[in-house]
């Protein structure tokens, strides 16, 4: 991505692709984290229906994660998919 800022050109370290990626990977970290909590707190509730689907949701953005991280790694050796 070229930003023109008067009259010099600089390049950007980051394209907007690898930072949607980035951002993507940071919230899908982020909510994997927190599952943590909302896990124990599911477990102190007494609910396993409950806890299973933190689980199951915790388990998908896992996946989800490292789908998400094999992208940002293409974008960033080839500049896309």
Known sequence: MVQTAGN???QNPVSN????????LHNKAEAIKAYET???DAQQAGSQPCVELFE???Q??????QE???HLQEVMQKGKM
């Open 38 to 40: 909302y896990i124990n």
């Open 60 to 65: 998908s953005d896992i996946q989800h994660a």
């Open 17 to 24: 692709l690898e930072y949607d990626f980035l951002t993507v």
């Open 56 to 58: 199951k949701l915790r």
């Open 8 to 10: 010099a050109q600089t």
């Open 68 to 70: 998400i991280r094999h």
